[in-house]
């Protein structure tokens, strides 16, 4: 055995190396040298090599003994890399590298429902002080004529033949490499690991059937455009006992004619004429509950903000509510008798040939109308 290179050299690990250590190391060199994988001539040696340095370093009273004794007949230590190239035992390694996901699941276990989502548009009141309703969701419920498991009833599943309830077939091939064993689904139960000879009569075996469910939907005062609420319980079925998935609902807030929202702070734009911002006034702005008196001081200018404390919206996570932004506009009259014109061109400093065009309405048209609505509750 003097040809045989030191277990700890071939894992490149030193022989303090932890049990850990060991196996990230194998696992490595394992995926390096794995014959499927690499086509280097000196792969397959390079891979028998690596699995019985494992085999022995990763047992701690194999490792003991070769500590203390070095390299003697491998039948000692239970055939570790006797002669052929089989492989066997290996396919559960390949599989955690290159697809299997590492440990086999029971194909009989319980399953976890799907989760659903359902897309609901409210109005912006709605979003703000919040509402009770309705949804009516298409889901998958377990079957309640064979109780989810897909069988006529009076009977019941068989346990699949071929891969005896595991779902896995092993199948053994050989290759230029020597002898492999890999492991892929069952093709007689298409890894169910069971076999329905009499499906039900209502599900067709499927073991889920497809209903219409009426949920109640809580949406909380101060919800926002794109927010999700989360129902426990309410996705899809599970299978073969397993709890069923959740269901999220994504709220879309429609636009509002006159208020707008950022975060819990609500805008608005409010009209004023040229003697109102010139003198101070005191004008009535409709909120998102009630209409509220707000004093405009003398001289205020167009584009001017003020702010009604508390007429926002509620804070979704966490106490108080937002303020209210009122944005004032000043609208220029279109319409002016010839005693007005007089009096603003004497006030402006201008002579009759001076006055400035007057300047299109529509936008403050619209804002009156919108502040109509809003008065209105609209």
Do not use: W
Request: net charge neutral.
């Amino acid at each position: 055995m003097a040809d045989k290179r030191d277990y700890y050299e071939v894992l490149g690990v030193g022989k303090s190396a932890s049990d850990d250590e060991i196996k990230k190391a194998y696992r490595q060199m394992a995926r390096q040298y794995h014959p499927d994988v690499n086509k280097a001539a000196d792969a397959e040696a390079k891979f028998k090599e690596v699995k019985e340095a494992y085999d022995v370093l990763s047992d701690a009273g194999k490792r003991d003994t070769y500590d203390r004794h070095g390299h003697v007949d491998p039948n000692q230590f239970g055939g570790m890399g006797g002669g052929g190239a089989d492989f066997g035992g290996f396919g559960d390694i390949f599989d955690m590298f290159f697809g299997g996901g590492g440990g086999r699941r029971d194909p009989n276990a319980p399953q976890r429902g799907n989760d659903l989502q359902y897309s609901m548009t409210i109005e912006f009141k709605e979003a703000v002080f919040g509402k009770e309703t309705e949804v009516t969701i298409p889901r998958t419920e377990s079957c309640d004529t064979c109780f989810g498991s897909g069988a006529k009833a009076g009977t019941k599943p068989e346990t699949c033949s071929t891969c005896r309830g595991t779902g896995q077939q092993e199948v053994v091939q050989n290759t230029p490499f020597g002898r492999m064993n890999t492991r892929r689904t069952c093709t007689h139960c298409g890894g169910a690991g069971k076999v329905i000879k009499e499906k039900c009569g209502t599900c067709h075996g499927a073991g889920k059937v497809k209903k219409q469910r009426r949920i109640n939907v809580r949406i909380p005062a101060g919800v926002d455009d794109g927010a999700q609420i989360r129902l426990s319980g309410e996705g899809e079925g599970g299978l073969r006992g397993g709890p069923s998935g959740d269901l999220y609902i994504v709220i879309r807030v429609k636009k509002h004619e006159f208020f707008d929202r950022e975060n819990d702070d609500i805008y608005c734009e409010v009209p004023l004429t040229f003697a109102q911002a010139a003198l101070g006034d005191e004008i009535e702005v409709p909120t998102l509950t009630e209409k509220v008196k707000l004093k405009v001081p003398a001289g205020t200018q167009t584009g001017t903000y003020f702010r009604l404390k508390g007429k926002g919206v509620p804070r979704l996570r966490g106490h108080g509510t937002g303020d209210q932004h009122v944005k004032v506009t000043i609208v220029t009259p279109t319409k002016l008798t010839d005693e007005q014109k007089e009096l603003l061109r004497q006030f402006g400093g201008l002579n009759s040939d001076g006055a400035a065009q007057e300047p299109e309405q529509e936008h403050h048209e619209s804002i009156f109308e919108r502040m109509k609505k809003a008065f209105r509750g609209e």
